[in-house]
């Protein structure tokens, strides 16, 4: 569809795991030879992709079934490079993405150690920097995630990665995978503050199926600039005030939402979008990844139109704090 009569979009929040069309991923999963547990293609599309009807019984699920592969597969600098790269050129053919943030965990793909962390990051710039070269409308960036199954001592080394490549091409910081026990946000809390000094943007995968506790810790302790979900804001009011207090814009995925069981139908996701818009809390829409369920940015829109929930005008009103939350700088 030609640039001109399509409008311009933004994702802020897209997991490289869940981004990447499965024919790429089929494609380098060949190329180095990794033995996959399905006989041809379409079985391998329906293993690491979701349809309207499947569903997730939570994010632990999803989890382990559809990341495992997709990890997996992009866990070597050429895979990561092609993935990243295939990801943001796509996004700007399919839906105009012209600013493109893009996010992984570096420490699940280099499988458990084998591989070297820089060289799978300096991967990840460059396939982004490919994709710049190709596409000079569009512009990109990484985020580094940390995980919330890792130990606090692997995630300040992922931390100290992202500090060291700032300066080409990594944007920000975020910690992601479901909430656990094992974990502390307190103890994670230095981190976000280290990161921030360093001038990374800072957002966090909070609020949303997890406690509400750990959210409103990450609203008034952390105030990190963008929250990946946080629709569990919805159930109080003063968390929503002091989101917009502290100037936190969410991340909002509507097609994950629903296929991770974390909204139970479109009814709530209506409830949600009309609680954040009453309470003047700033979202964005994004995918989550756009390949796994098989969504883009544009389906999102057409979705949430098409079932009354959003108008074109308060659309367009997310794609501008898109635009002014964005880690990447003019
Ligand atoms: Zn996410």
Same mark, same amino acid.
């Given at each position: 569809m030609p640039q001109k009569i399509f409008k311009q979009h933004v994702e802020l929040h897209s997991h490289l795991g869940a981004a990447v069309h499965p024919s790429i991923l089929w494609a380098i999963a060949h190329r180095q030879g990794i033995k996959l547990p399905t006989k041809n293609y379409w079985e391998f599309e329906d293993l690491i992709t979701m349809t309207g009807e499947e569903k997730n019984k939570n994010l632990d699920q999803m989890d382990k079934q559809f990341y495992h592969w997709t990890e997996l597969i992009q866990s070597s600098p050429e895979a990561i490079e092609e993935s990243v790269k295939g990801t943001i050129a796509g996004g700007y053919r399919k839906s105009n993405i012209v600013l493109h943030e893009l996010r992984f965990n570096p420490m699940k793909r280099n499988r458990g150690g084998e591989r070297d962390l820089d060289h799978i990051i300096y991967s990840a710039l460059w396939g982004t920097e490919r994709a710049m070269l190709e596409y000079p409308q569009v512009r990109a960036g990484i985020i580094l995630m940390m995980g919330r199954s890792l130990s606090f001592e692997q995630n300040s080394i992922i931390l100290d990665k992202a500090i060291k490549y700032k300066s080409q091409g990594v944007i920000g910081i975020d910690i992601a995978d479901p909430e656990r026990k094992t974990f502390s946000m307190k103890k994670h809390a230095p981190l976000f503050k280290k990161a921030r000094a360093a001038g990374l943007g800072v957002t966090i995968h909070t609020g949303e199926a997890g406690s509400l506790e750990e959210l409103r810790y990450v609203v008034r302790q952390? +105030?990190?600039?963008? &929250? *990946?979900? *946080? &629709?569990?804001?919805? +159930?109080?009011k003063k968390v929503m005030a002091d989101i917009v207090k502290n100037n936190i814009t969410l991340e909002i995925c509507p097609t994950s939402n629903l296929r991770n069981s974390v909204l139970k139908n479109i009814g709530e996701l209506a409830l949600v979008v009309k609680t954040l818009l009453q309470n003047k809390v700033k979202f964005t829409i994004n995918t989550d990844g756009p390949e796994m369920y098989k969504s883009n940015i544009v389906h999102e829109e057409e979705f949430l139109k098409k079932h009354g929930i959003m108008s074109e005008e308060q659309l367009s009103k997310c794609t501008a704090w898109a635009f002014e939350a964005s880690f990447i700088k003019k």
């Open positions: 952390i +105030k990190p600039d963008r &929250i *990946g979900h *946080g &629709i569990l804001c919805v +159930k109080d």
